[in-house]
C-alpha cells in the first residue's frame, strides 16, 4: 500500500491522523500486543465516534494486517510506514515526528501494564519520545542521511522493543 493512498483515506474519512502517526499507532499496539486487533486500532482511529464506510473500513484493516505481519516476519521487512523520497525532506521528517507520537500512543493503549518491566526498553521508548521534538523545518544532504540514520534506528528499535515486549509477556505469564 502506498503512502498517499492510505493518507487520503484517512483524510475522506475524516479521520485527523496521518498515514504515518496511524501506522505509529498500529506498531505501538501490535509491539505490545501480538492479539490486538485491528477493529480495536480502528476504534481508536474514529475516537469522535463518527462511522466508515465499509470499503474505507476493510482497506484500513488491510493496513493493519500488513503491518502486523510485516513486523512479525522473520525476514524483517518491516519499515516506517512514511512518505517516499519524492516528498520534501521537510515533510518526511514532519510524518517521523507523527509515527513517532502515534507509536507512543498505541503503546499507551495496550502495553501501560508491561512499561514497568521493560529494561532496554526503556532508553529506547526515552529516544522515540525525543524524536517527537525533532525540527522538522531540515534540507540539505547532511539533513537527509540523518534522517535515514533515524529512521533505520527506529526500525531496528521497534523489532527490539518489541521483542522485549514478548519476553517480558512470557516473564509474567510464566
Not at 502506498?2 to 474519512?13: K, P, T, V, W
Not at 533515524?150 to 512470557?170: C, G, M, N, P
Request: aromatic fraction near 8%; proline fraction near 1%.
Amino acid at each position: 500500500m502506498a503512502y498517499a493512498e492510505i493518507n487520503s483515506l484517512l483524510i475522506q474519512s475524516e479521520i485527523e491522523l496521518s498515514a504515518a502517526e496511524a501506522h505509529g499507532m498500529a506498531t505501538g499496539m501490535l509491539c505490545t500486543n501480538q492479539q490486538a486487533k485491528g477493529e480495536f486500532w480502528l476504534n481508536e482511529l474514529l475516537s469522535d465516534g463518527h462511522s466508515l464506510p465499509q470499503q474505507h473500513s476493510a482497506v484500513l484493516i488491510k493496513f493493519f494486517n500488513i503491518t502486523r505481519s510485516t513486523l512479525t516476519s522473520d525476514d524483517y521487512s518491516f519499515n516506517l510506514f512514511l512518505p517516499d523520497d519524492s516528498v520534501l525532506l521537510a515533510q518526511q521528517a514532519e510524518a517521523l515526528k507523527n509515527w513517532c507520537q502515534g507509536f507512543l500512543f498505541g503503546v499507551s493503549l495496550v502495553g501501560k501494564s508491561t512499561l514497568d518491566t521493560l529494561k532496554e526498553g526503556r532508553e529506547i521508548l526515552k529516544d522515540i519520545t525525543e524524536f517527537t521534538r525533532l525540527d522538522s523545518q531540515v534540507e540539505g544532504e547532511d539533513n537527509e542521511q540523518a534522517f535515514m540514520e533515524i529512521t533505520e534506528y527506529l526500525r531496528a528499535a521497534v523489532l527490539l522493543l518489541r521483542d522485549e515486549f514478548i519476553q517480558s509477556h512470557k516473564d509474567t505469564v510464566h
